[in-house]
Every structure is written in C-alpha cells, then in structure tokens.
C-alpha cells in the first residue's frame, strides 16, 4: 500500500491478556518508530528500528512491552500482562532515513478492561 | 530536558479568520521541526517541516509557519481558515541524533465557527 498501514485498528482485551499490534511500514522505509498516544496527549516515543535492528527501546515504559521488525520490515509492538493505563492509541511511523520526516499509521486504539 | 510547549489547548476561530498557533521549544541548539494534524480517528498527517533552510515554511492546505531563533518559537499560521481545517495540531521536534525521536506537544485542538 501507499502509507503505513497497522492492525488491528481496534483492540479490547481484559487486564493481564497479552496483546499484539502490528505495522506495516511504507516499503523502503528504513526507519521504523512506535509511540504512545494517551487520551488528550501528544505523542510519546517508545521504540525505534533502523532494518531490523532496534537501536533505541528508551521509551518502553516496562519490560512488559517488547518490539520486533525480524526481517527489517513488518513490526510488532507486544504488550504482556496488559494493565488498565495500557489504554491508549499506538502509533507507527515509518522514514526513509532517520532524519527525514516520519509517516504515520492511523494507529491501534487499545482498550484494557 | 529538552521539551515542545503549545499554548493553547483549544482555540476557536471563526471561518475566514486568522489561524495561530503556538508553538516553542526549549533547547540552545536549534532543532527540527514539524507541525502535524490529527482528524478524528486518524494518524498524524505532515503539514510543514523546518530544516535550517528558508526560516519561513510554506506547508499544505494553505499553512505556514516562521522559524524565531531568538524567540525559540515556530507558530504555525494560516490566512483564512476553513471549516475543514478542525481537527488538533502538534508541534514536534528532534534533535537528530541516531534515533531522530520525535517529541511532540501537547497538542492545539482547532474549532472553526461558521
């Protein structure tokens, strides 16, 4: 496809199930980011690959969230033991290059009961 | 920590009127910067980006913003604006490096009145 394409776009899971988000990115596109998006915030940075490597997890706010991009393309954001402040829109962004502008997906509504 | 502040949570303008909107960052070292918009249930789409080149930036639908060194600033501006242009709008910067993160404000959500 054209943009950056990520399912699934809705996700409802119960507190402690393990959930999995994935992104495909633009094709060609080096880059790879995931970020949080809380109700009312911006943005916030979790992950970011470059191929298949993961070259920056800073923002990853527990060991309970884990990402992969195996073959330096599709990715996937897995969250274990979901937790009720999990809740929030996941976004993907995909570039070129690290410094050319990020291209995002409509991103993946989670909700934790 | 180096960080994006967007004055302004709502603002409301009425159709044809001037659109400003808000944004400064806090760092020395002059960054890249971005203006998204978000509709409804959407992703993040690019309207203009700052590179250190021209320090006015022309974007898409119409906008644009002007790059202030001195003023750490790079409010986002449209003319006239249009009832298609609701929807909320990040600031956003990065200052390079090996991972080109992007940190984003708050965000400005835009009403338009008729």
């Known amino acids: 496809g054209a943009g950056v394409s990520q399912s699934p776009r809705y996700k409802v899971a119960k507190r402690g199930q393990d959930v999995a988000l994935r992104c495909d990115p633009i094709s060609g596109h080096v880059s790879l980011f995931w970020y949080q998006q809380a109700l009312g915030q911006g943005p916030e940075f979790l992950t970011y690959?470059?191929?298949?490597?993961?070259?920056?997890k800073s923002g990853l706010p527990s060991d309970r969230f884990f990402a992969e991009r195996p073959e330096g393309s599709v990715s996937t954001l897995k969250i274990q033991r979901t937790q009720q402040e999990d809740s929030a829109v996941y976004l993907c962004?995909?570039?070129?290059?690290?410094?050319?502008?990020?291209?995002f997906g409509d991103g993946t509504r989670l909700s934790i009961l | 920590a180096q960080s994006v502040t967007q004055l302004g949570s709502h603002v409301s303008v009425s159709e044809g009127a001037l659109v400003l909107l808000r944004c400064n960052y806090s760092s020395s070292v002059p960054p890249y910067l971005f203006w998204y918009v978000q509709y409804p249930n959407q992703g993040l789409q690019l309207l203009l980006k700052y590179t250190s080149a021209a320090t006015l930036v022309k974007g898409i639908n119409g906008f644009e913003a002007e790059f202030k060194k001195s003023e750490t600033s790079f409010h986002l501006t449209k003319p006239s604006a249009h009832m298609s242009d609701a929807a909320e709008y990040f600031c956003?910067?990065?200052?390079?490096?090996?991972?080109?993160?992007?940190?984003f404000g708050t965000g400005t959500l835009l009403a338009v009145q008729p």
């Open positions: 690959f470059q191929n298949e490597a993961q070259l920056d």
């Open positions: 956003a910067v990065t200052w390079g490096g090996a991972t080109n993160k992007l940190i």
């Open positions: 962004a995909s570039s070129k290059q690290g410094d050319q502008p990020q291209h």
